[in-house]
């Protein structure tokens, strides 16, 4: 059925709670068909949500010389601040519309991960940043879990299966501003790409332009509902389910020309593995038709920075 659909179908994470076998085969067959989902009822608070679109918006609008102060050069992004026109899309010849902030996950000291796991920057201001950033990512954390075990429950395995492998997990909020445009910009807010992680947790989509390719070749809008949740697969997921769950290309283009003055906000959430995860194929979805496109296993964390090379973030 999902393959005739043409728009994304809008999924409830609470109706897990009562038929976790029917909200797998739902959430799973729009990630099949689509490579993304979109869910609401999602359990993140609202009050959180706004507290920390405020904190961003405030973030944003400081001087940018204040900004760059919390910019790390050769950290590839990872943390604090990374300035306007920095990353590009994989292939593409325009560096892409924004500016972005991550958040990391926050590690005990002397964890085994510090090595490979940069420790949080934090604004001086505006005040109750680190709290709330905080707060909001253990509500993702929360959520993606949830989602990981319908993904599990879709692919025939242990609905717990990911809970080992994203313990620890190296995934990042990122805070994104494509500030207002130029009437004639050439470029587009952001370039064509797929991501890199497991699983994507976007918030802020209701503003008009995210857009995924479709199978038939042609850009299809997500439109969610306000308060919606956009979930896409990542490339890691794609990698370990040998392609039965696709990393859709998506882009975010300019706005029509009254929203151009407009600046657009977004909070994506990038679900990642721990850092020594083994991405391998899982024999599931090895099949005569479908053969292993990836014999060889990698780690996450050598397949992360060999994407982050790729995108202009690390510089070799």
């Known amino acids: ?162 809970d080992t492998a994203v313990k620890d997990g190296n995934s990042v909020l990122r805070l994104l501003h494509y500030p207002p445009v130029a009437a004639d910009a050439p470029e587009v807010r952001a370039g064509a790409h797929e991501d890199i992680n497991l699983i994507t947790l976007l918030l802020g989509a209701e503003e008009a332009g995210l857009e995924l390719l479709d199978r038939d070749g042609k850009w299809l809008a997500v ?9 896409n697969v990542g490339d890691m997921l794609q990698r370990l389910t040998n392609h039965v769950l696709p990393s859709t290309t998506h882009r975010v283009v300019n706005p029509p020309a009254e929203r151009r003055g407009h600046s657009r906000y977004s909070m994506p959430f990038f679900l990642h593995p721990a850092p020594d995860f083994l991405i391998k194929t899982l024999p599931g979805c090895v099949s005569a038709e479908n053969p292993n496109r990836y014999p060889e296993p990698i780690t996450a964390h050598d397949y992360l920075h060999e994407r982050l090379v790729e995108i202009g973030l690390i510089k070799k």
Do not use: C
């Not at 099949?32 to 904190?55: S, Y």
């Not at 439109?223 to 979930?231: L, N, S, Y």
């Open 1 to 162: 059925m999902l393959d005739t659909l043409a728009e994304i179908p809008v999924l409830s994470l609470a109706a897990q709670a009562n038929d976790p076998e029917g909200f797998a085969q739902a959430f799973g067959g729009s990630f099949q068909r689509f490579g993304f989902a979109v869910v609401r009822d999602h359990g993140v608070p609202q009050e959180l949500i706004e507290r920390a679109w405020t904190l961003t918006k405030t973030f944003f609008d400081l001087p940018e010389e204040e900004k760059r102060g919390y910019f790390l050069p050769g950290g590839g992004g990872a943390r604090g601040y990374t300035p306007f026109k920095t990353e590009i899309a994989k292939g593409a010849t325009h560096v892409d519309l924004k500016e972005f902030w991550h958040i990391g996950r926050e590690l005990s000291a002397g964890h085994r991960f510090s090595d490979v796991m940069a420790p949080n920057v934090w604004p001086n201001q505006p005040e109750g940043f680190r709290e709330t950033f905080i707060e909001l990512f253990a509500a993702f954390d929360t959520a993606g879990d949830k989602l990981l075990s319908a993904v599990a429950r879709y692919l025939g395995l242990a609905p717990d299966w990911f």
């Open 223 to 231: 439109k969610p509902p306000e308060g919606a949740m956009v979930i």
